[in-house]
């Protein structure tokens, strides 16, 4: 297993089953690193199993770079929040941003906000 550094229990993941009870397992590997973007490249290197978000691996998954393992499970769900100091004077460029967040987060994780195009042109530029 390759574990991710800024959790609150990096050697425990908790997987929920497709009836809402949880389970938890005492991991441990290779690898215990800071960065996703690192146990992402570790894992698609045949490194290891990885337990991250969908919305970092779900670009690697639909390219085939990464197999899901475990399918009947997934993590507890968490919040993301976006913290602004009014919404009084609310700038364009952060109201902008707000909603951007709100429909990734909204939207399924493995497809990219605005369908497959946004992200072909991504990938381009």
Not at 41 to 52: N, S, T, V, Y
Not at 58 to 87: I, M, Q, T
Not at 115 to 120: I, T, V, Y
Request: charged share 20%.
């Amino acid at each position: 297993m390759l574990t991710y550094a800024y959790v609150s229990t990096p050697f425990q993941w908790r997987l929920i089953d497709g009836e809402g009870r949880a389970h938890e397992a005492r991991v441990g590997g290779p690898l215990h690193a800071n960065s996703g973007e690192l146990l992402v490249a570790a894992a698609i290197a045949g490194m290891g199993i990885i337990f991250e978000p969908d919305f970092v691996v779900g670009p690697h998954l639909a390219r085939g770079e990464l197999l899901r393992v475990l399918p009947g499970y997934s993590g507890p769900k968490l919040d993301v929040w976006a913290v602004y100091p009014s919404r009084r004077h609310l700038s364009a460029k952060v109201r902008a941003f707000v909603a951007y967040l709100a429909e990734v987060f909204a939207g399924d994780p493995l497809r990219p906000p605005g369908g497959q195009a946004a992200a072909e042109t991504a990938r381009r530029r």
